[in-house]
């Protein structure tokens, strides 16, 4: 009894404390609270599944470092850059599947959404198949363009081959995941990914330190629990109960008796999916040059620059939940013809998670140095890797308002002009900056300047782009009545 009335105390007190925060966040106009339940519901699983799916690649780097060195970190390093570009692919496609989800099924047209995900999976299975074919037999040649020492090459060839499979597994994982967000259900993938993650950085532990296999361990780690997301994921998305797991079937499912092809919904998807697939490749594309021009300052710079990527994403995490929030709510009121509630979502969405940005990015300067550490441990390593750290903490920043800013644009079906956006921050401002270092003597100070121009700049454009509010008439043209 007693036992029972403290926990009722507790709840009452963790409530209070709740709408607290909830009243001071609408106080200070950062978001109102009417909107606060719907954003926190939606994005804090999505911010959970980010942080556990991130971690469990820094886990990986982390592993492969204790194991086999700064060559062995150096060559995952090249390889994660390419598998990066298709998990960018994926989720630029998938951008277009939760925007045509979000609007239809906030239209009440679920038998629409669910059409747009089958031809979505059938988009991705064909985008899948000839990047397959692609790193299965250019693994190398891939690896050493970015140039490579000799063990690097080897081990990040090793890599490349044994995640090759895991390629068709995370697409089709992600439109799961982005069709999930777009019906408002973020607890199902959350469950599912996390699980995934978990399950990864077991399975690589095992792999590395219990068989001896390096890098390789981390490859086969990651390719199984992918797998292992996809077949979960995958009953849901067919309609299949979970029991009482506490998942839910997906409420638009992929059924047998729609078309496998439906040329006027691809042709839609394509047209909202381009330019997102676009952005994402722009942001992906540019870690090459990069790559490139660390490798130029050896393996320790190489090193340090993908811990900084590693931590970088981890805060970056926080949009995993804070974009996609602002993608379904903004596209769902859309479709159900609230343009000035869409506005206001979006508008607090993006002042809500230049809060938390701030607050994480100051926590991780401040503690830079011990994060340093579990990645390297030579006194000139744990200095480079330090900085890079802190450099990287900074440009998260720009990443939180280039996210939630290009979430809402994406959650209108607005793609085109946040691609154009990513292009400028990356190819005009930071690769130039890079270059800058290797011919002036700017040296690696030209990394970090590149490191923060390629988030701040698309982060800028994007926040104006939304405050003009052109993005609610792009969005008439994708709404349900629009097809009708």
């Known amino acids: 009894m007693e036992v029972a009335a403290q926990d009722r105390k507790d709840m009452s007190s963790a409530r209070r404390m709740a709408d607290a925060l909830t009243r001071a966040l609408d106080r200070l106009g950062i978001i109102q609270a009417d909107r606060l339940g719907p954003t926190v519901d939606l994005a804090w699983p999505r911010v959970v599944t980010g942080f556990a799916i991130m971690s469990k690649q820094t886990a990986d780097l982390a592993m492969v470092g204790i194991a086999v060195g700064t ?40 038998d629409r959404a669910s059409l747009v995900v089958k031809q979505s999976v059938v988009v991705a299975v064909a985008l899948s198949l000839p990047i397959m074919v692609g790193f299965a037999v250019f693994a190398e040649e891939l690896i050493a363009i970015l140039g490579a020492d000799p063990e690097p090459l080897r081990h990040g060839t090793v890599y490349l081959l044994l995640i090759t499979p895991a390629i068709l597994f995370e697409l089709l994982n992600l439109i799961a995941s982005r069709t999930y967000t777009g019906v408002g ?10 699980g995934g993650a978990v399950l990864n950085v077991v399975l690589s532990a095992l792999f590395i330190f219990g068989f001896g296999m390096g890098v390789a361990g981390a490859a086969l780690g990651t390719t199984l629990s992918t797998a292992a997301v996809m077949v979960i994921l995958g009953w849901g998305m067919i309609g299949r109960s ?14 047998r008796s729609t078309p496998l092809v439906e040329p006027a919904i691809i042709r839609q998807l394509l047209e909202v999916s381009a330019p997102e697939i676009g952005r994402r490749l722009a942001q992906g594309l540019v870690v090459f040059p990069l790559l490139w021009i660390a490798a130029s300052f050896g393996p320790v710079v190489v090193t340090a620059f993908e811990v900084a990527r590693r931590v970088r994403a981890m805060i970056n995490s926080i949009n995993w939940g804070m974009s996609l929030a602002s993608s379904s709510l903004v596209g769902q009121h859309l479709g159900a013809g609230k343009e000035t509630e869409a506005g206001g979502y979006g508008s607090d969405i993006i002042s809500l998670s230049m ?26 390593e744990l200095a480079v890797t330090t900085t890079f750290v802190v450099v990287s903490a900074i440009s998260a920043v720009g990443l939180g308002l280039d996210g939630t800013a290009s979430g809402a644009l994406v959650g209108a079906g607005d793609t085109r002009l946040p691609f154009l956006a990513s292009l400028v921050g990356r190819y005009v401002f930071a690769i130039p900056a890079a270059i800058a270092g290797l011919v002036t003597p700017l040296g690696i100070l ?31 043209r994708y709404r349900p009545s629009a097809s009708e």
Do not use: C
């Open 71 to 110: 060559a062995g970190t150096a060559g995952l390093a090249f390889a994660l850059g390419y598998w990066s570009i298709v998990v960018l692919l994926g989720l630029g496609l998938a951008g277009g599947t939760v925007s045509l989800v979000s609007q239809n099924y906030g239209g009440d047209r679920a």
């Open 185 to 194: 259900d973020t607890f199902t993938e959350m469950v599912a990914r996390s």
């Open 242 to 255: 979970y029991g009482r797991l506490g998942m839910e079937p997906s409420p638009v499912p992929i059924s």
């Open 355 to 380: 809060i938390i940005y701030l607050f994480a990015s100051a926590v991780v300067v401040v503690f830079a140095a011990p994060i340093a550490q579990v990645f390297v441990s030579g006194a000139d």
């Open 446 to 476: 030209g990394i970090y300047f590149a490191l923060v121009l390629e988030s701040f700049i698309p982060g800028v454009i994007n926040y104006g782009l939304f405050k003009t509010g052109r993005w609610k008439i792009v969005s008439r």
